[in-house]
């Protein structure tokens, strides 16, 4: 334990979790205080008071379970970040340190009792209700507390957990225990001590399968309740359908993307195959099953290339497998598994060569529903297609893979209706948004950059800062840098006026202290907006707000060793603080719809990508 862990720093009173969030680390006070409360109907009840030296947050990981108060920095603190993995480790494996663990626990569980009983509280008392108009969904059998402290068995075996659940309509759970095994099989052969398959003895708590965003919404969010329980990062579940010949199966991760990805899986994404595995069947389930993992911290990333580009090998026969189980949408369900496989693999390994596979292969799906049924699968499709043409303009590919992938998401967009698919649509949106502003900043196109603010505007008619947090912040992170963008080229300062104030609404939803790269992001994008006004205004009061938010985002990159991003904040922190030194009258030589030949090419936009590469899982 005393190796390893991320250092964090926290001002005083700052918050370092919430009770009810999910328990994403423990944590070492390095050096300052923390306070613990928890919330009752006559307040926050302070249930103790840490110094250096003592660990909390851990009753969350071992147990599986939200945290059960709110943690507070008291003055100045330094906390060391103890992932889950490695705390279940160190108590499996060091005697000394799980007597520590669990005495401590008695003691603070003993003490936090007595806080509660003071204040005429129950601990029962304390737990929010449950809402008896909400039906709880039946999940697996939780293991107990001591049992997950001290049992060998934690479940956890692997680098992923993938979890595979009784087919419905497999009454004998024939099919499910071909599917395990295959699975098994080829997790040991190719997946060595990365890939760990379990059965969860029991169907999904869900058997609708129709597609509408409330369904799709209940399965993200049961699976997700039945991976938190069970300790797995992938759940796989399904149906025997046509007498048992066929199966269709949907997936589900324990961990959201924060963007799509080429070949990423959704709940939308089903997949049929035939229920009788052979040597190139089995393959294929295992690499379609792959595919959908979404690494969350560097070990798991670090495996995915090899794990995918082994899967892929193996599974690539089955393009050519014509199964006469299967009718003409479920084939095209099929290949277009195998597609994502690619794009998966591709995005990975940043290899084109499998990218121009999948892109090949979801057009041929495109094709072949075309001829048969099923307008939603062939949104499906389109949007799995912009994302792999994407991916690929970014790894050098051509500028007509960008115009292709626009298209994509537009053909998607007239699929997924904003009347019908309102979320679907606005992320549809968004990220037309995107592409959009990419392709101004390769082809000097007004038009395209007028576009891409009108398809940012589209999803902020749908996201909202209250129900959906992260996707409004990022909407509103964008559209700043496209007006900014657009009123630089103009000098429109109210445009510029505007993107400041929408990087003010995006910094309201990103936190420093649980998204510190996306917050930093928007704090650069905040002070070249100010600095382009102070140009124009000659404002002291708006280049002191500009210094403000680059130094700002210059502390973030620094801590977290962002060298790139940290030199050119650093230029640009600079210019800043020289205009805000000497605020002087224009020359009368320059241009007034100029900034002193500052131009938005001097700072950096890419920190939102370089924040998902660096920082995985910083919700």
């Known amino acids: 334990m005393s190796d390893g862990g991320t250092i964090k720093k926290f001002k005083n009173g700052e918050i370092i979790f919430n009770e009810g969030e999910a328990s994403g680390a423990a944590y070492v006070i390095i050096k300052g205080a923390v306070e613990l409360t928890k919330n009752s109907k006559h307040g926050a009840v302070r249930l103790a008071n840490l110094k250096a030296g003592e660990l909390f947050g851990e009753m969350g990981i071992i147990d599986a379970s939200p945290r059960s108060a709110t943690a507070r920095a008291v003055g100045s603190t330094t906390l060391k970040e103890i992932q889950p993995e490695n705390l279940l480790k160190g108590i499996q494996t060091d005697p000394d340190l799980s007597s520590k663990v669990m005495s401590k626990l008695v003691e603070r569980l003993r003490a936090a009792d007595e806080m509660l009983a003071k204040a005429g509280i129950s601990s029962k008392a304390a737990q929010p209700s449950p809402d008896p108009t909400k039906p709880a969904a039946s999940l697996p059998k939780k293991k107990g507390f001591f049992s997950r402290l001290f049992s060998a068995d934690k479940g956890r075996q692997a680098t992923f957990e993938i979890l595979l659940a009784d087919l419905h309509d497999d009454p004998d759970n024939q099919i499910t225990s071909a599917f395990y095994e295959s699975l098994k099989t080829l997790a040991q052969r190719l997946g060595g001590a990365h890939i760990n398959i379990r059965r969860t003895e029991s169907p999904f708590a869900l058997n609708d399968f129709n597609d509408s965003p409330m369904v799709w919404g209940q399965m993200k969010s049961t699976a997700q309740r039945w991976l938190n329980e069970l300790d797995g990062d992938l759940l796989v579940w399904g149906q025997a359908r046509n007498n048992a010949q066929t199966v269709h199966l949907r997936l589900a991760q324990l961990h959201p993307l924060r963007h799509e990805r080429a070949g990423s899986i959704l709940p939308c994404d089903g997949i049929d195959m035939p229920s009788e595995l052979d040597d190139i069947l089995a393959p294929y389930l295992y690499g379609v099953v792959l595919a959908a993992l979404i690494p969350s911290n560097k070990t798991q990333l670090d495996c995915m290339e090899s794990l995918l580009e082994s899967a892929l090998s193996d599974a690539r026969p089955a393009l050519q497998k014509r199964m006469r189980e299967l009718k003409t949408p479920q084939q095209a369900r099929f290949e277009t598994g195998l597609a994502n496989l690619m794009a998966s693999c591709g995005y990975f390994t940043k290899k084109t060569i499998y990218l121009k596979e999948a ?50 998401l537009r053909e998607a967009s007239r699929v997924f209706e904003k009347s019908t698919f309102p979320t679907e649509w606005a992320d549809l949106q968004a990220m037309t948004g995107q592409l959009l502003y990419k392709k101004d900043q390769i082809s000097d196109d007004d038009n395209a950059l007028e576009e891409s603010i009108s398809a940012y505007q589209n999803a902020l008619q749908v996201f909202t800062a209250s129900a959906t947090p992260q996707r409004w912040g990022e909407a509103k992170h964008h559209l700043a840098r496209a007006l900014q963008l657009l009123g630089s080229q103009r000098g429109d300062l109210d445009m510029i006026a505007r993107s400041a104030e929408a990087c003010r609404e995006a910094l309201a939803v990103r936190s420093k202290t649980h998204t510190p790269m996306l917050w930093a992001a ?98």
């Open 522 to 619: 928007t704090q650069n994008n905040l002070g070249s907006a100010l600095f382009m006004l102070c140009q124009k205004t000659r404002k002291p009061e708006t280049a002191d707000a500009a210094v403000k938010a680059f130094q700002a985002a210059l502390d973030v990159y620094e801590a977290r060793k962002a060298t790139k991003l940290a030199q050119v904040t650093q230029k640009n922190l600079t210019r800043a603080q020289e205009v805000a030194i000497d605020l002087g009258p224009l020359p009368e030589t320059q241009n007034s719809t100029e900034t002193e030949n500052f131009t938005l090419e001097d700072f950096d936009d890419s920190a939102e990508t370089a924040a998902e590469e660096e920082t995985l899982r910083e919700e």
């Open 359 to 408: 892109e090949e292969t979801y057009l041929k799906v495109l094709r072949s529903i075309r001829r048969g049924s099923g307008d939603l699968w062939e949104g499906i499709v389109h949007r799995h297609l912009a994302y792999t043409q994407n991916s690929w303009f970014e790894m050098g590919g051509e500028k007509n893979l960008l115009e292709a992938a626009i298209e994509s």
